[in-house]
Nanobody, 123 residues
Framework: QVQLEESGGGLVQAGGSLRLSCAASGRIFSNYAMGWFRQAPGKEREFVST????????LYTDSVKGRFTIFRDNAKATVYLQMNSLKPEDTAVYYC????????????????WGQGTQVTVSS
């Protein structure tokens, strides 16, 4: 089992920045690819970003490219999502997720999930 706990969400004005963190425990963190997903009110959960086990490969959904950066610190068993130039449409609950080895963009490919952290961007 892998336990994941997100933090860093909050209320920010449009154009502002937040950094989300996801701390992992329970297994060897460096064996896992990590992903960030989000779910806005009334919408389905969607892929945001993913990072490979060693940080060498990252992917982003088009709407956040150039604004969000995913990175990880395996020594701290933590993955981060730096979010800049935030927009009201980024408002959602953000979840981190883990899967063994390879990156993925599909929700069902991830075995472990955190409880989520709320991000609200005001206009």
């Amino acid at each position: 089992q892998v336990q994941l706990e997100e933090s860093g969400g909050g209320l920010v004005q449009a154009g502002g920045s937040l950094r989300l963190s996801c701390a992992a425990s329970g297994r060897i963190f460096s064996n896992y690819a990590m992903g960030w997903f989000r779910q806005a009110p009334g919408k389905e959960r969607e892929f945001v970003s993913t990072i490979s086990w060693n940080g060498g490969t990252t992917l982003y959904t088009d709407s956040v490219k150039g604004r969000f950066t995913i990175f990880r610190d395996n020594a701290k068993a933590t993955v981060y999502l730096q979010m800049n130039s935030l927009k009201p449409e980024d408002t959602a609950v953000y979840y981190c997720a883990a899967r063994l080895w390879n990156i993925a963009t599909v929700i069902n490919d991830y075995a472990y999930w955190g409880q989520g952290t709320q991000v609200t961007v005001s206009s």
